[in-house]
């Protein structure tokens, strides 16, 4: 079973922050936080991830929290190909490295 | 260009055929996997490869048998499939077994009559 929580859906304006909530109460200390996404009739695809540290990239911020059982997904402005499916997953090392994929969180964009 | 290709991207057959699902990296990836998406409920994790050799079956039924000859193929070899065998199959790399990135395909969607 997936070891996240995330609603079940959110809603965005295009062109305006969107933050993505995701529990992980169960974390252990060495589990990495992905996120990926899957948009309409495609694979899913990598976002962002991290450890401790808040972390950036070109598509994201992941925003951890200190304790380590909450973090946020942020995109900066959304756009109406970011509405998608979003996964919070937790992972290990080796087999503890495996993708439990929970159903995610499906964002919609509005115009 | 997502650096895994699948094909077919659809494929319909029927309860007595046999037919074979690829997948394609170049991507210099070790690890490679199987995952079945059906309607309305998560991705399931099916294999595991780390350097051609298979790490995890996840309860699998044996009508789904995998094959991967090199580090850059994949294949999901399909007989005697049931219904509710319809689904998206994605197949995904990475660098290493763990916590490295997934790529993924877009995907076989398999339809049995």
Known sequence: DAKTTQPNSMESNEEEPVHLPCNHSTISGTDYIHWYRQLPSQGPEYVIHGLTSNVNNRMASLAIAEDRKSSTLILHRATLRDAAVYYCITRGGGSQGNLIFGKGTKLSVKP | ?113
């Open chain 2, 1 to 113: 260009e997502t650096g895994v290709t699948q094909t077919p991207r659809h494929l319909v057959m029927g309860m007595t055929n046999k037919k074979s699902l690829k997948c394609e990296q170049h991507l210099g990836h070790n690890a490679m996997y199987w995952y079945k998406q059906s309607a309305k409920k998560p991705l399931e994790l099916m294999f595991v490869y780390n350097f051609k050799e298979q790490t995890e079956n996840n309860s699998v039924p044996s009508r789904f048998s995998p094959e991967c000859p090199n580090s850059s193929h994949l294949f999901l070899h399909l007989h005697t499939l049931q219904p509710e065998d319809s689904a998206l199959y994605l197949c995904a790399s990475s660098q290493d077994w763990g916590s490295q990135p997934q790529h993924f395909g877009d995907g076989t969607r398999l339809s049995i009559l």
